[in-house]
């Protein structure tokens, strides 16, 4: 089965520093996505990641995908204090999803 | 458009009741897909549907079930409750299955189970 690891599980950082999410899983996983968890709210859906070598951006997110390393990051550029939150990854058609990245934006 | 609802949005309850949650999916969506996620960590899979059939299960007992109905709405029950199974009950629906498709996410129902 699938298992899918985030590092780090928690990460306080600066406005305006750059900073990457890393996302390893274990076996083959078509797709790779990536979501947001604001404290007591649902997920929101950031990245659908659908093959080797994707990469998408929106705003200050940017997410890619490296199916040979088994690897996906989520790197964020500027960083704000609006992206406090949790983000996730998780892989595979059931969907498994790692423990987390839980990111603190200092002002 | 309405998004993925989902009710009730707070239930307590007490070990070894039975308990239904209910989601009701965008409007064009096929899929309905259920996650447990207990405090602090990712949501789990529990089951999967498309087109009223099931499509993928999770590692979770036969207490827990599904179905979805011809309107693409779903339930999802729990026999038997044990205190472990207090979490956030996640809905999200999908237009189709296995395409790497969008998940929308409801808001989910917070079981608490005394």
């Known amino acids: 089965e699938l298992k899918v690891e985030q590092n780090p599980l928690f990460l306080s950082m600066q406005e305006g520093k750059n900073y990457t999410i890393y996302c390893n899983y274990s076996?083959?996983?078509?797709?790779l996505y990536w979501y947001r968890q604001d404290p007591g709210k649902s997920l929101e859906s950031l990245f659908v990641?659908?093959?080797?070598?994707a990469v998408k951006q929106e705003g200050r997110l940017m997410a890619s995908l490296d199916t040979k390393a088994r690897l996906s990051t989520l790197h964020i550029t500027a960083a704000v204090h609006d992206l406090s939150a949790t983000y996730f990854c998780?892989?595979?058609?059931?969907?498994?999803f790692g423990k987390g990245t839980r990111l603190h934006i200092l002002p | 458009d309405a998004g993925v609802t989902q009710s009730p949005t707070h239930l307590i309850k007490t070990r070894g009741q039975h308990v239904t949650l209910r989601c009701s999916p965008i409007?064009?969506?096929?899929?309905v897909s259920w996650y447990q996620q207990v405090l602090g960590q990712g949501p789990q899979f529990i089951f999967q549907?498309?087109?009223?059939?099931e499509r993928g299960r999770g590692n979770f007992p036969d207490r827990f079930s599904a179905r979805q109905f011809p309107n693409y709405s779903s339930e999802l029950n729990v026999n038997a409750l044990l205190l472990g199974d207090s979490a956030l009950y996640l809905c999200?629906?999908?237009?189709?299955w296995g395409q790497g498709e969008t998940q929308y996410f409801g808001p989910g129902t917070r079981l608490l189970v005394l």
């Open positions: 409007s064009g969506h096929k899929s």
């Open positions: 076996t083959t996983s078509d797709r």
């Open positions: 998780a892989g595979d058609d059931k969907i498994i």
């Open positions: 990641l659908l093959s080797n070598g």
């Open positions: 549907y498309y087109e009223k059939e």
């Open positions: 999200a629906s999908s237009l189709g």
